[in-house]
């Protein structure tokens, strides 16, 4: 049996069954939100969806396959690329209602705060884990604390800058959780936590942009149950929650003709926003289509996910395997608060993808290839194991001889 066959064998299947079930829900969920456009390139979206799924399966198996510790090389230069990308994005990407969220390159578009998120996991995972090893003075938690902040400081104002507040969200809980398993004293993360709460009010009233302190106060005050216009900046939010709350438990189904008498599909009918239902939207999309028990399998299906993939990190040979895993899973998280959170309204309309299943070509494959990490985590687990015993393998016609390192 080759090595790279023991490898393949050597996956996580029942975390790989898994997310070949999400990815499958996912592609049925944006043809339930597209099928009934009248505009091909819309209505075909999930068979665009299939495509990058097949795109990234090759990323997942060859990241799978190969040891994780090509990071260390690799980490560096994919920051600053992520960084040109979004420094390139800023200047020359479409600029779409004030959100710079895309940039075209030989007329393939992508999102480039999604690579210069995951490339900052990778440098976090590589300096707080083997950062010391290189450099004496990062062994100061002081040190890797400040080089940390520098790292994730850098791809968050750009993100900001460029109107994109969801995704730079995200790089909060994955700096926290990196920060707190790789060996920083938690009373540092208290004082920039306070730090944080201090400089908040601030930056509500003065760098929002009134349309984002606008979503927030319409999820406060729904929250609070006071009275929003439901004409005017309330419009969405409540058209989406009236859609997910009207869903009852079997859901509407994929044909408005299938209704009962006097039922409306809010989806269908354009009451909610056509555009995005099948990428920031999908969850309140399947949540319509499908009812709670649709949107229940969801919530499931991601929290199995996000458990395996704990577990897994808890079995990581060293503490760069381990950074990997839990930077992901913060990533994954934070995602899925998110988005759901956002679509049944107890958190601001921030724009933001559901991992697996919402569309879109960059999001999906940036998602198998980080599936793909913590699979070479898991697969990669017992490496070092492996090399002492073949160290200590008697040559033919000898006797082994002991380590003592």
Known sequence: MTPLFRKFLGLHWILFASMVIMVALGIYSIFAAVHFRPEPNMSNRWNDQIRWV???????????????????????????????????????????????????????????????????????????????????????????????????????????????????????????????????PFRCLIAVSLIGLIVLPPVYFFALKPYQRARIQVT????????????????????????????GFEGKGLYAKDLPAGQKNMLQLGLTPKSTAHTDFIFASAAETFGFRGGAVLIIGFLFILTMSLMISFFSRDQLGRLLAVGIIALLFAHIFEHIGMNIGILPITGIPLPLISYGGTFMVMNLFLFGLIQSVWVHRNAMIEEEKAKAKPARGGRAVPSYN
């Open 54 to 184: 097949l795109v990234g399966a090759v990323f997942f198996f060859t990241t799978s396959l190969v040891d994780y510790k090509w990071v260390r090389w690799a980490s560096l230069p994919l920051y600053f690329a992520g960084l040109g990308l979004l420094v390139l994005q800023g200047l020359k990407g479409k600029d779409v209602y004030g959100q710079t969220l895309s940039l075209s390159i030989g007329g393939v578009s992508f999102q480039s705060a999604q690579f210069a998120i995951t490339a900052t996991i990778l440098l976090l995972a590589v300096m707080l884990g083997e950062g010391h090893k290189y450099i004496p003075w990062l062994r100061h938690y002081l040190v890797r604390f400040s080089v940390a902040g520098i790292i994730f400081s850098v791809p968050f104002l750009l993100v900001v800058k460029q109107g994109d507040l969801g995704s730079a969200m995200v790089l909060v809980p994955i700096v926290a959780a990196m920060l707190l398993v790789g060996n920083i």
């Open 220 to 247: 406060i005050d729904l929250l609070m149950n006071r009275p929003v216009d439901t004409l005017g900046d309330g419009y969405g939010l409540t058209n989406l929650l009236k859609a997910t709350g009207s869903a």
